[in-house]
């Protein structure tokens, strides 16, 4: 895998000038976004799915502020699964769509018994304590570039969860881009083009012991609002990466 120094002050400076053109977007064409929700779980009996708007990625970027289903991704509580994956993801609406997520390894979960995570979205979730975890997003339009956002557990007495989330942000096979997800606020990622196959590829990396990821949402807009600020970000990171 080939590898390359990341200004993480150049992200963020590029990130906040397309956050606000996509916010602007979001305010004057509500809804013009297809979004996919997924919270992990585990076997636990105590298992519920999240629903409705998580304010977090909410004030992130409006489209992530629509009436929102959200998909059940169940894995075994403490039980390591090796490769699983979850095809068909739904959208908000309720509808099918074309996208899935899949690891490469073994996938372990765990749920808070304190009840400290401040809702069910954060009480369950992906564990791991040491090394990376690898994943795929499929089936993602290609033809525009989309948007993420990142959940951790949700707790500010929780900093040691605080994880670094890798991502092939311009769809060239190369993991590029590393955002850290926040032990309370997580992270949003925007301008993340698929590659040519649809495929968005990233990667769990633990930075401080342990590592909860809770679970994600992608807004895919639609190609004629972005397509010129998809260009002009593709063109930002490129230039990044010189």
Same mark, same amino acid.
């Given at each position: 895998?080939?590898?390359?120094?990341?200004?993480?002050?150049?992200?963020?400076?590029?990130?906040?000038? #397309?956050?606000?053109?996509?916010?602007?977007?979001? #305010?004057?064409?509500?809804?013009?976004?297809?979004?996919?929700?997924?919270?992990?779980?585990?076997?636990?009996?105590?298992?519920?799915?999240?629903? &409705?708007?998580?304010?977090?990625?909410?004030?992130?970027?409006?489209?992530?502020?629509?009436?929102?289903?959200?998909?059940?991704?169940?894995?075994?509580?403490?039980?390591?699964?090796?490769?699983?994956?979850?095809?068909?993801?739904?959208?908000?609406?309720?509808?099918?769509?074309?996208?899935?997520?899949?690891?490469? &390894?073994?996938?372990?979960?765990?749920?808070?018994?304190?009840?400290?995570?401040?809702?069910?979205?954060?009480?369950?979730?992906?564990?791991?304590?040491?090394?990376?975890?690898?994943?795929?997003?499929?089936?993602?339009?290609?033809?525009? #570039?989309?948007?993420?956002?990142?959940?951790?557990? &949700?707790?500010?007495?929780?900093?040691? $969860?605080?994880?670094?989330?890798?991502?092939? $942000?311009?769809?060239?096979?190369?993991?590029?881009?590393?955002?850290?997800?926040?032990?309370?606020?997580?992270?949003?990622?925007?301008?993340?083009?698929?590659?040519?196959?649809?495929?968005?590829?990233?990667?769990?990396?633990?930075?401080?012991?342990?590592?909860?990821?809770?679970?994600?949402?992608?807004?895919?807009?639609?190609?004629?609002?972005?397509?010129?600020?998809?260009?002009?970000?593709?063109?930002?990171?490129?230039?990044?990466?010189?």
């Amino acid at each position: 895998m080939k590898t390359c120094c990341f200004d993480k002050s150049s992200y963020s400076a590029t990130s906040a000038v #397309i956050a606000t053109l996509l916010a602007t977007l979001a #305010i004057s064409r509500p809804g013009m976004a297809e979004l996919v929700s997924v919270d992990f779980e585990n076997s636990n009996a105590q298992s519920v799915t999240y629903s &409705g708007v998580e304010p977090l990625a909410a004030s992130f970027y409006g489209a992530f502020g629509g009436a929102n289903v959200w998909n059940s991704a169940l894995l075994g509580h403490l039980s390591p699964q090796t490769n699983p994956s979850f095809p068909a993801l739904k959208y908000s609406t309720g509808l099918t769509s074309p996208m899935g997520i899949s690891f490469t &390894g073994a996938v372990d979960s765990y749920a808070s018994q304190d009840n400290s995570a401040p809702n069910v979205l954060f009480k369950e979730f992906i564990y791991l304590n040491s090394g990376t975890l690898d994943w795929q997003l499929t089936g993602v339009p290609t033809d525009n #570039i989309t948007a993420m956002y990142f959940y951790n557990f &949700g707790d500010g007495s929780q900093s040691y $969860r605080e994880f670094d989330m890798k991502i092939d $942000r311009d769809g060239d096979g190369t993991l590029e881009t590393t955002a850290t997800v926040d032990d309370v606020n997580g992270v949003g990622v925007f301008a993340i083009q698929p590659d040519p196959n649809g495929i968005i590829r990233g990667q769990m990396v633990v930075t401080n012991g342990q590592a909860s990821w809770s679970g994600f949402q992608i807004s895919v807009p639609e190609p004629a609002s972005l397509g010129a600020i998809g260009i002009a970000a593709m063109v930002m990171l490129r230039r990044r990466k010189a």
